[in-house]
């Protein structure tokens, strides 16, 4: 029996060692926002936080995240302001990889308030869109960094 602690709840799961965080958040916590892309941590898909830091939970064994704290989408409130400016500037088209893209521009802005475009570029360039809104994704970190630090750049 493994204890994960996810988005600010301890949770016991029985399940093996190896098991794939992405799996277990998805089949035994019914977290459904952390999405299965490539199986191999090359599309971001599946990126949630683990202390913090953006990880591809596909490639993570449950052993590996014993005693960490793990962050999903469902974990990030409505009222970030990453996801408003997701909203504001309509960057989903199939939606599909965008609990990700989040996921990892929410990381990014804890660590970089205001990003440049290389920076944002750097942040987001192991997260795939198959539709290809890269050009909104960028503006709407930027609307975001803009919306934390009151407008300063």
Known sequence: ????HVNGIVYPVDVPDDA???WVIREKLGL???KYGCGIAQCGSCTVHIDGKPERSCQITVREVQGK???TIEGIPD???VKKAWIEDDVPQ???CHPGQIMSAVALLKEKPSPTDADIDAAMSGNLCRCGTYQRIRRAIHRAAQAKTGGKR
């Open 20 to 22: 794939p965080l992405l």
């Open 94 to 96: 199939c939606g599909y």
């Open 69 to 71: 704290r793990i962050t």
């Open 32 to 34: 459904t926002g952390t």
């Open 79 to 81: 009222t970030h302001p």
């Open 1 to 4: 029996m493994a204890s994960l």
